[in-house]
T-cell receptor, first 115, second 114 residues
Framework: NAGVTQTPKFQVLKTGQSMTLQCAQD?????MSWYRQDPGMGLRLIHY???????DQGEVPNGYNVSRSTTEDFPLRLLSAAPSQTSVYFC??????????????FGQGTRLTVV | LAKTTQPISMDSYEGQEVNITCSHN???????ITWYQQFPSQGPRFIIQ???TKVTNEVASLFIPADRKSSTLSLPRVSLSDTAVYYC???????????????FGAGTRLAVHP
């Protein structure tokens, strides 16, 4: 299994540009999340989804949009990139709530620089 | 969600046992305690999860006292490859009907020396 796949791995944007970070998982997980990690810091939750068609905001949602049209994919959209959004972005997925395993699987991250 | 407090950093030497303690005074009845490990330039990786007493797997042990206000991650005989950041998380597990949003703190940076 590929697990959680994020693309691209690296991206440089100019201020004001928009882009979509892709996240796909092949484990049929219901739950998916997006985090950002600034240098030397822990991860902060941006948005999450409990299933296809259902999304909600995390700790730091401003400037980001998400959608969940399929179980497999959970893209993160930057509407108008700002230097403050320079960070490493991680996508994660977890099992269905009826299971007994709450382990979350993370992708390898997307390193985004906004200039 | 319960707030967690961990040491910012720890140092150890190869072959030693390392114990990282996490404080979570406001833990709720339904909360579980989960630990993740993160290497540089990688996403976090699940290590262990528990509710009370002791849990052990092939990687680590997790000790949780009766009052559950703290927990201790124990790494036996660490090696250089255990150098990483370790996160303690407290939250509602998926199977209880809630969604574990996995709120991360700053974590503990463990440095293992030769």
């Amino acid at each position: 299994n590929a697990g959680v796949t994020q693309t691209p791995k690296f991206q440089v944007l100019k201020t004001g540009q928009s882009m979509t970070l892709q996240c796909a998982q092949d484990m049929n997980h219901e739950y998916m999340s997006w985090y950002r990690q600034d240098p030397g810091m822990g991860l902060r939750l941006i948005h999450y989804s409990v299933g296809a068609g259902i999304t909600d905001q995390g700790e730091v949602p401003n400037g980001y949009n998400v959608s969940r049209s399929t179980t497999e994919d959970f893209p993160l959209r930057l509407l108008s990139a700002a230097p403050s959004q320079t960070s490493v972005y991680f996508c994660a997925s977890s099992y269905h709530p009826q299971g007994d395993n709450t382990e979350a699987f993370f992708g390898q991250g997307t390193r985004l620089t906004v200039v | 969600l319960a707030k967690t407090t961990q040491p910012i950093s720890m140092d150890s030497y190869e072959g030693q046992e390392v114990n990282i303690t996490c404080s979570h005074n406001n833990i709720a009845t339904n909360d579980y305690i989960t630990w993740y490990q993160q290497f540089p330039s990688q996403g976090p990786r699940f290590i262990i999860q528990g509710y009370k007493t002791k849990v052990t797997n092939e990687v680590a042990s997790l000790f949780i006292p009766a009052d559950r206000k703290s927990s201790t991650l124990s790494l036996p005989r660490v090696s250089l490859s255990d150098t990483a950041v370790y996160y303690c998380l407290v939250g509602v597990p998926l199977f209880s009907g809630g969604y574990n949003k996995l709120i991360f703190g700053a974590g503990t940076r463990l440095a293992v020396h030769p």
